[in-house]
């Protein structure tokens, strides 16, 4: 580069790293165009800058560096990969721009900074500019801060983090700077405005002047919150929106979006948290209980003082609350009592949520104490008990506030009050539920009542504040009884409050809502002062929820509406009527009469009381007349009632009065506003007419509308009490049966179990049976309602009662209780919260669980209990704790108040006896019963540590505790657990029991809530750390966890969330989110909210599935729960189990040693996977560097953290080598025990390996290498194959080491390479080492040169990549190369190829100087004349690299011909002949990495086929008449697409999948059987055949192995692939395709498969070998003859090297090679000599005469001779022309050995020579047994004398003759006739002259059953019976002559013998077979596909006198076959699409 403008032509990325100034700026200028042109966000060039932006920035010419900012700030606009320099760059903006004179480069510099915020990078470089701030430049902490500034400005504070720059403004006023005093200034104003108040206590530090500066600068601010103008990618939708509404002139939405932005800052978050525990005084505690006030005082103030810090750190403060509650319960020191308050609110000020487990402790004490009078006193505990309300729930406390109500003391009832009222405004209408509200009202109501002018203020005060909060028709049925007067007065309360939540009453607050309260009181600290509550004003929050019920409509016809207050109804305004008139007051007798009269006809009064029935029904029939046309209003219903209870009243006698009057009751009652005071005047007489049989039905009927009119809960407590004052036993049950029936119209809600009970149990103890039946009918009605708990109050009844109770309790489980019917118009408005969003569906439930009596027990939990309890002794503490679980058996239902036993059994809860644990936890599981919902209270202080026994080591513990907080949570719903930050707390414990227990918990309960509090996501990141747990159980639950968490936050919460991970786990969990998206379930649906009008709305949530438009609803609501299950199971349950999980240590502690047990790779499923999907996204680094970079380490350290033992990854990862040395021995150990974790982690350990390559220690290295060597052993046993993305990260660090200096490292080096070829195909090698010879290292080059020469000796020319003269062009470069070696090894290479290749060498490798042409002939010439290895040497190479490594290992599959790889590789590179078939175009190739490593899973995307009743499909056996038939509409197009259709199926073939495999079987015979489709499959021949023979290894490996699979299955899969290949056998053309090696691996998988004893035992198993046999002589007739030749050359010679191999493999082979020799006169012109000479001098050079003598058989020997007899024979002396190919002939006696035979044969004739061959070829079968020729002989005599098989006989007597001509037929003729001597002669006359006419006709292919006998390994069989044939008169007759046979010894009938269906539509439809029994079927399946085969083909070759097989008969017969077999295509087809 000496010239300067030489850098003109350079690449851009090269330009831009030049040392040259201008370069660099031409390079930027043309960069930012690039970037400006890109339009692909996407696009890969942006990859190509990844590594340059940041000497974009850093540029050290000034002018240069401005366009380099210029480029980089579009690069990070435009780029999508622009995120992942964000560190870099900013670092490097932050130190090499902010310092720059030039304005112009501080604003880029700015700007970029800015566009990485937009796109998504805000945390990364808020990161380095606050690193920048500690930076000595002012100019650079000016320009970091204004960055921060205009980033907060145009993006908002939600994006911007302000805590950390908050925690450093004090530092910046205190700059020595100015500059750097005013721009901190600028940027606490720009705070100041998008938090307010908030930035005033962090700042209280600073310097007063400026602080002083700083109130003015803020008062000038505007008030209105401020708004982003700028957003990040992900929200420029928003953007978008805002404009428009901006331009619409109005942005109330906008408002609402943003709303809550300004309160979401508060003041406590930005604060740190002080630690006060410690610093309490030492003597505190003794001080505090001192006699002396003063000591107390000093305690006090101590305390005082330490409390003042607004932000405390969490801690245990049960002993310090525990201790100021005493002094503020019983101190008489009122001074001590107002500090001690003071104290409470410091606490609870500064823990916020975290002091909430103490409040229930607090509370009551604090109330109760309001009782003093002091002002300063009171004004403390007010103080004090808001700031604990703001720690906790209205729910957690209202037991204790209601329990306080009940008071004597006005002041204490006053101050609870206003209490509640102050409590009230910081609720919502979702915070404050009615089941929360009913009981607070029913108290207040009670002091508005009240003697005490105050009590009676504060309780209106807080009656407003409610109607303020819920709204009137919440409240309203709460104020049915309250008169006008003091209704007025509650309305008048309620406009004058001022709610903290904002103005809009009654309405719902948005969600988020609850979530500033914490924030409330902080800033001012703890004012107190009940009105400032809304000091954080800017609370506006989007308060957009309406009510969640429709407004009631008009009740239904003709029911009245007495619900007080029932609401606007829409009839009239009769809600003031009925509010009045519901408390109507009794009227006297006179006046009744007087408004009857006004109403009643003047007769009727008159007759009333007349002595005449009849005249008294007369007037009762008026009466009721003037009742049904009476107006609802003016009916005056207390005076008609009176008038019909005057005298007789209900003591009238006669029944048809009675029934009217009773009549006329009930329609009172349904017509006019009936109130209770007439109820009260009626119902004495009705209860004593229900027992009466003919007035009892009316009286039943009049009690029912009186209930519908003052509801069921008032009207049944006065029906019971009144019958059970009666004597009479026949009213007592009716009454109780008319109850049952009432609760099944009127629902349950509202009803008073209590009382019912107790008289439930005065019926059962009834001496009348009736009533004792009607009793437990009621009991049944109430269960369906109640539940199980109604048995608890009944548990002590005689056995006989109660077992008729659980009796009829039986019934009615799983019943559901019916709809109400009744009462329905009055509850539609009570109905309005029925939806009581945010609540627990459980709230509406506990109303049931309410109304049992309960029992007050804290009496019981004495001091010396509590201390029993906390004894030392463990055996006095399980009587203390036996004791407690007496007292609450005892009590059954409990009241909340338990006095000091919580802490008591906290105590128990981590003790050191785990049976005192497990009796603790059986405790609290009886408590929560006893207590039921009111347990809620408990749930911080105990529940939360019941969770943490979850993190106990032992088993059975852990599933105590699991129990007991699922006996928790049913009673207290998931909410009180979610609040706060405990669960998040115990979460963050790295405890693995408790982190799986609690997540498994937390996955089990989140998907049955409708919606969780906001604390949840403080969980979110620990839930991510789980996700990386060392632990695989925590990690497997983390998983199951995320959906459920992502359900109630959303995706986009969570995603934000993880942003404070490292980068890598970041990546890894946004992929885990990604996934979990997919597999969120569907929130619960809120229990109907339709049905509001059809189900009171006070009937419990438990209860609604009783109203029948619920019951959709409620199967609404139930069914989205399966789907969590669903989608747990589609999330989980691919990811097994791993086994470590039960080793890891609970307890942290442990010693290092014990730690090391367990697996030391952790299979992670899919981890692999992932980690290349990854990296292909570019999420983490790509593996490629000079030298490893810390960030490489770090992200491989992160990556492995999750799949490798801790302490390994720690010593992996040590500074010192030692430590590695010792983790590689631990890895060499761990090797074959962990095979399945090794393969998981390949690409973690393989990176690794590559840092120690970097390393400078060799014995660091040395271990590597003998690890890695290890390792492709190993793999290659497993036969894994590399993926791409391992290879590339790791051999071209390895080619790096293969020039190291030390020879034994070169050594290592080069051995690894060599078995990499085993899992790791040679031609994608090819490609790295070539790079490896680009080196500076001259070494490496050689190295590299000498590989590159032996892959392409072992493999071919085909391992040269991308081709043969491209590579051999860049391997000629370095025959000048300045290094002896170097030159060298190039000349070496380019002479291997020359000897594999020939003089087509120098075409390759192009010009070359005249020098190195010279060198390069020189050296040839000198290969030529010393022996050089053989080209071939593939041949021998690969048994023996394999058998090197795998010498160890004996493993099944090296079976008879070894490792399978090796012979893929071999036909992948299609052999190194010239010759070699045709290459398979690279994109069609099999993927055969890919199938190798196909263990029986599928691997490829298989859609799912229609599935069709295909029970016949696998019925391949029947092959059938190939005729012509319309083209399968799957290969239509078959020449545009055809390549890649058949690819795909082809692909499948090999599938691990039996059926998938069959069904690619079954498309590519219909091809094969279609003559003009034939040819599609020409050039997939070798691919198809791999392919076949992978499934027959896969079949033998695995399948065959399998106990679980049906082995008729594999025998269709047999059939499939036989009957294919003799389909593809009988294509001539196609057959003649195959290559050498894939011809030599097809007959090394048939071999094998003749010999699988395991098929023979199968049933149809005879049947399969006979096929292969068929197809065997198929293969060797139709195949290439030069390559059929050449592959059972090498096959021989493999199977006598393999020690393994049995002697039956190699004898079947040589039977195959001396077929072939009886094939070689016909087809010896077609076969390629010189190549198969070569191959026998390969042999021969392996194999000398005397290894081959000392082998046990002297069969090879003799098949060797008899070959080049045959030869010699054949060809004459010209053989000898044929050894072009062989280089050195006198490495192998081939020459001498010819030279003899042709000398030999020179002495005689060539026949008789002939004739000797044959004599030494029949002497093998003498010697090994005579007397099998014999009965040989016998049977074919017998077939000749048979009269169907004399022609068959015949040929094979023949044949016979002809191969052993010193055979002694006499013995056989002399017995017979002379005629049939004759015959035989003759016979065999006519057979002779035909073989010689007919010498060039194929011998046939039709196979005897003698055949059978041939190839099976019987060492003794002959090769003579192969080919029987008799020239031209193998017809068809004979074969369906013989055929006929067959079928007769099968059992089967010979009519309709030529219609059988085509293989296809057997496949597609069940085949109706014509054959006796099914089992006689199968077993003459496969010799008839195999006859019918042949007569086809036969009778073609008859009539058409041809090579092909290919002229098919055409049928009609087919046609119908034909549309089905179209049909069934078309449907796989569409199904595929």
Known sequence: MGDDSEWVKLPVDQKCEHKLWKARLSGYEEALKIFQKIKDEKSPEWSKFLGLIKKFVTDSNAVVQLKGLEAALVYVENAHVAGKTTAEVVSGVVSKVFNQPKAKAKELGIEICLMYIEIEKGEAVQEELLKGLDNKNPKIIVACIETLRKALSEFGSKIILLKPIIKVLPKLFESREKAVRDEAKLIAVEIYRWIRDALRPPLQSINSVQLKELEEEWVKLPTGAPKPSRFLRSQQELEAKLEQQQSA???????????????????????????????????????????????????????????????????????????????????????LVALAAKCLTGLAVGLRKKFGQYAGHVVPTILEKFKEKKPQVVQALQEAIDAIFLTTTLQNISEDVLAVMDNKNPTIKQQTSLFIARSFRHCTASTLPKSLLKPFCAALLKHINDSAPEVRDAAFEALGTALKVVGEKAVNPFLADVDKLKLDKIKECSEKVELVHGKKAGLAADKKEFKPVPGRAAASGATGDKDTKDISAPKPGPLKKAPATKPGGPPKKGKPAALGGAGSTGTKNKKGLETKEIVEPELSIEVCEEKASAVLPATCIQLLDSSNWKERLACMEEFQKAVELMDRTEMPCQALVRMLAKKPGWKETNFQVMQMKLHIVALIAQKGNFSKTSAQIVLDGLVDKIGDVKCGNNAKEAMTAIAEACMLPWTAEQVMSMAFLQKNPKNQSETLNWLSNAIKEFGFSGLNVKAFISNVKTALAATNPAVRTSAITLLGVMYLYVGPSLRMFFEDEKPALLSQIDAEFEKMQGQNPPAPTRGISKHSTSGTDEGEDGDEPDDGGNDVVDLLPRTEISDKITSELVSKIGDKNWKIRKEGLDEVAGIINEAKFIQPNIGELPTALKGRLNDSNKILVQQTLNILQQLAVAMGPNIKQHVKNLGISIITVLGDSKNNVRAAALATVNAWAEQTGMKEWLEGEDLSEELKKENPFLRQELLGWLAEKLPTLRSTPTDLILCVPHLYSCLEDRNGDVRKKAQDALPFFMMHLGYEKMAKATGKLKPTSKDQVLAMLEKAKANMPAKPTAPAKATSKSVGGSAPAKFQPASAPVEDSVSGTVEPKPDPKKAKALGVSSKAKTAQGKKVPSKTSLKEDEDKSGPIFIVVPNGKEQRMKDEKGLKVLKWNFTTPRDEYIEQLKTQMSSCVAKWLQDEMFHSDFQHHNKALAVMVDHLESEKEGVIGCLDLILKWLTLRFFDTNTSVLMKALEYLKLLFTLLSEEEYHLTENEASSFIPYLILKVGEPKDVIRKDVRAILNRMCLVYPASKMFPFIMEGTKSKNSKQRAECLEELGCLVESYGMNVCQPTPGKALKEIAIHIGDRDNAVRNAALNTIVTVYNVHGDQ??????????????????????SAKRPSAAPVKQVEEKPQRTQSISSNTNMLRKGPAEDMSSRLNQARSMSGHPEAAQMVRREFQLDLDEIENDNGTVRCEMPELVQHKLDDIFEPVLIPEPKIRAVSPHFDDMHSNTASTINFIISQVASGDINTSIQALTQIDEVLRQEDKAEAMSGHIDQFLIATFMQLRLIYNTHMADEKLEKDEIIKLYSCIIGNMISLFQIESLAREASTGVLKDLMHGLITLMLDSRIEDLEEGQQVIRSVNLLVVKVLEKSDQTNILSALLVLLQDSLLATASSPKFSELVMKCLWRMVRLLPDTINSINLDRILLDIHIFMKVFPKEKLKQCKSEFPIRTLKTLLHTLCKLKGPKILDHLTMIDNKNESELEAHLCRMMKHSMDQTGSKSDKETEKGASRIDEKSSKAKVNDFLAEIFKKIGSKENTKEGLAELYEYKKKYSDADIEPFLKNSSQFFQSYVERGLRVIEMEREGKGRIPISTGISPQMEVTCVPTPTSTVSSIGNTNGEEVGPSVYLERLKILRQRCGLDNTKQDDRPPLTSLLSKPAVPTVASSTDMLHSKLSQLRESREQHQHSDLDSNQTHSSGTMTTSSSSTANIDDLKKRLERIKSSRK
Request: charged residues 40%; without cysteine; aromatic residues 6%.
């Open 1401 to 1422: 060498v120098f075409k390759l490798i192009g010009t070359l100087s005249e020098k190195d042409m010279s060198m390069l002939e020189e050296r040839i010439k000198r």
């Open 249 to 335: 002139g109005g942005d109330a939405e906008g408002g609402g979006d943003d709303g809550d932005e300004v309160p979401q800052i508060d003041a406590y978050e930005l604060l740190e948290a002080v630690e006060i525990l410690s610093k309490l005084p030492k003597d505190f505690y003794d001080k505090i209980e001192a006699k002396k006030w003063q000591e107390r005082k000093e305690a006090l103030e101590a305390v005082e003082v330490l409390v003042k810090n607004p932000k405390l750190e969490a801690g245990d403060y049960a002993d310090l609350v525990k201790a100021l509650k005493k002094v503020v319960g019983k101190d008489t020191n009122v001074m």
